[in-house]
C-alpha cells in the first residue's frame, strides 16, 4: 500500500459527461501528479500540484482540470467526455516538488466511456 | 510529447536467467528511475538514479544512469516467477528544482516462459 488513495476505483460513463476523480496523497506529502495511462499512448504526465500551486503542466487537454485544496487532496476533473479518454489515470505524490523527490502511486482510478 | 525508448517491448524469462533492459532519450536527463507495475496496481518505484555513471543495486536489481545523460539501464539477476510484470523506465530533466514531471518509457513486459 503506497498510501495515496484513489477514488473511485473504476467509473463508466457515457460520451459528453463530465466525472470527477480525486486522489488523497500520503500523509505529509505537499506534490500531487495526475498521470494517464492507456494502451497506445502508455504512462503520460498531466499535472503537478505542489502545497495548492500548479507547478507543472504536460499534455493536458483543455477539457480536463485539476486542483489542489487547502487539506491537500487533488481533484481531476474531465468534461465533454470521448471514446478516447477512456484509460487508467493515476495520482501519484511526494513530499517536496522537485524530481529528487520520489513519487508514490496510487492503484489508479479506471475510466471507461462508453 | 517527449518519450524514452525502452527495449525490449517484452521477454519471456525461465526462474533463474538473468534479465536486462534500457532506455534510451534524445534529450539529457538528470534523473532516471525504474518502475515496477503490477496487474491492478499503480507503478512502484524500484531504483532512483541522480548522478551519470552510477551505479545503484537493490537486492537482485541493478540500474546505471549513463554517462551521456542520455540512457539507462537496468538488470535483474537470478529472476523468480514474481519478477513478472511491467517495468517502466522514467526520466526527468528536473533536479533539485520547483517540478517533478517525468517521462516514461513504454514499458517492457517480463513473462514466464511457458
Not at chain 1, 488513495?5 to 500523509?27: D, E, F, M, N, Y
Not at chain 1, 484509460?87 to 523527490?101: H, K, T
Request: aromatic content about 10%; some cysteine; charged content about 15%.
Amino acid at each position: 500500500d503506497s498510501g495515496v488513495t484513489q477514488t473511485p476505483k473504476h467509473l463508466i460513463t457515457a460520451t459528453g459527461q463530465r466525472v470527477t476523480l480525486r486522489c488523497s496523497p500520503r500523509s505529509g506529502d505537499l506534490s500531487v501528479y495526475w498521470y494517464q495511462q492507456s494502451l497506445d499512448q502508455g504512462l503520460q504526465f498531466l499535472i503537478q500540484y505542489y502545497n495548492g500551486e500548479e507547478r507543472a503542466k504536460g499534455n493536458i487537454l483543455e477539457r480536463f482540470s485539476a486542483q489542489q485544496f487547502p487539506d491537500l487532496h487533488s481533484e481531476l476533473n474531465l468534461s465533454s467526455l470521448e471514446l478516447g479518454d477512456s484509460a487508467l489515470y493515476f495520482c501519484a505524490s511526494s513530499v517536496g516538488a522537485g524530481a529528487e523527490n520520489i513519487q508514490y502511486f496510487g492503484a489508479g482510478t479506471r475510466l471507461s466511456v462508453l | 510529447g517527449q518519450q524514452l525508448n525502452q527495449s525490449p517491448q517484452s521477454m519471456f524469462i525461465q526462474e533463474g536467467e538473468d534479465v536486462s533492459m534500457n532506455c534510451t532519450s534524445s534529450s539529457i536527463f538528470n534523473t532516471w528511475l525504474w518502475y515496477k507495475q503490477d496487474p491492478g496496481e499503480g507503478p512502484v518505484l524500484l531504483i532512483a538514479l541522480y548522478k551519470a555513471g552510477e551505479l545503484t543495486s537493490n537486492g537482485r536489481l541493478t540500474a546505471q544512469f549513463g554517462i551521456t545523460r542520455k540512457d539507462s539501464f537496468l538488470n535483474i539477476s537470478a529472476s523468480i516467477p514474481s519478477d513478472v510484470g511491467i517495468y517502466f523506465c522514467a526520466g526527468s530533466m528536473n533536479y533539485g528544482g520547483s517540478q517533478g514531471n517525468l517521462i516514461f518509457g513504454k514499458g517492457t513486459k517480463l513473462s514466464v516462459k511457458p
